[in-house]
């Protein structure tokens, strides 16, 4: 059984805002080494929806993790949502990467969400920022804060022979950076 504030909560997710929000993400173009459109887009989003604590980390060019915060009232544990930008479609010199004309996520006639980089990983990015969002809005009043952080490099590759430099710098390259930098929280 939920209670008042779950209720709450609930009530303030619009399911329409979160399919358009992961098929809008999942249209961006930004492959591994490529992020920044995408860091851009969140952090236009975050704003624009009152994340008054959100930021970049530039890693370094057209690399930047995204992240934002919603504060909590103190006391209590912060719990970290993350999730990569990067997606292998449209990754440059990658053969079978190159991307067709025309949408690369959609919605079909079922309501059924399509695209490769809605399922990895924009989709759940999307579910977290809505959530975290409706959170915000209900009022309801968190100890801990929240922490979204959106980042960079994860499903890259690791520099190898011509294929060297910061924009082949993948594996958990933006996760941890983060970390490294000053975000953490105690449950992700």
Sequence with gaps: MLGKEEEKVLELIDEKELVNLAVAMGNITAPSGYEQPMADFVLQWLRQNGFEKSYQQQLAEGRANTIGILNGQGGGKN???????????????????????????????????????VQNDRGPMAAFMIATNAIKNSGVQLRGDIIMTMVVGEIGMGPVDEFRGHRYIGKGYGSQHAVAHGVFGDYA
């Design 79 to 117: 719990l970290i949502f993350n999730s990569h930008m990067d997606s292998e479609q449209g990754m440059p010199g990658r053969v079978g990467q190159e991307l067709p004309p025309g949408p690369k996520a959609w919605v079909d006639e079922k309501g059924r969400i399509f695209g490769q980089a």
